[in-house]
């Protein structure tokens, strides 16, 4: 489980499990990376995505010492029972739901984390004011995730990374938060600026590069 005293690089992959393994193999060892099995990399191979990338990560990292931490990026929008139990099965340590699922969906897909010793993160990709929707719930998760999404980003210069919303959050809930949908220095730096406890990455680690080892020690470095 994370610790809350700490602050997290979370890598998401989302090319192949070739590409995937290349990555993990660049990396340095930390107790600091959370690899993520991105949605893309979920739907091209299934649970065998979140399990390989476990043993990859486990292979190259408890060697020395350190946790083996794996996201699985579900986007759970329904079934957050069979979903939680199926990453678990696949080696998880969390998942993913959208925050814009029925708030039966999260409140299950919670409970089912907590129950079977996962992390839960509730992404508020698209979703306004995302104190509204934690408000509802019986339980809070694990990490709330504030999310520009890929497309927003792409096709809609003026939309910001949602750093406003970190403060609205923390000012009402004990609960981690995270920032996704910026991949530069820069932009890793406003996050841990505004407080983030988890900054989220994935362009510059879509494919290896001889610079990929360096770039996660930059990363590392800023996020303290």
Known sequence: MLDRKKRYLQIALNSTLEEGYDIIDSLPPSDRILIEAGTPLIKRYGLEAIRSLRARWAWKNTADGFMSYVVADLKTMDRGETEVVLAKEAGASAAIALGMAPVETIDVFIESCRKNNLDSMVDMMNVDWPIKILRKLKRMPDVVVLHRGVDEEHFNRNKPIPYIQINKVRASYHTMIAIAGGDTIREVQRAIFNDADIVIVWREFYKATGETA???????????
């Open 214 to 224: 360096k770039l996660a020690g930059e990363f590392l470095k800023e996020i303290k």
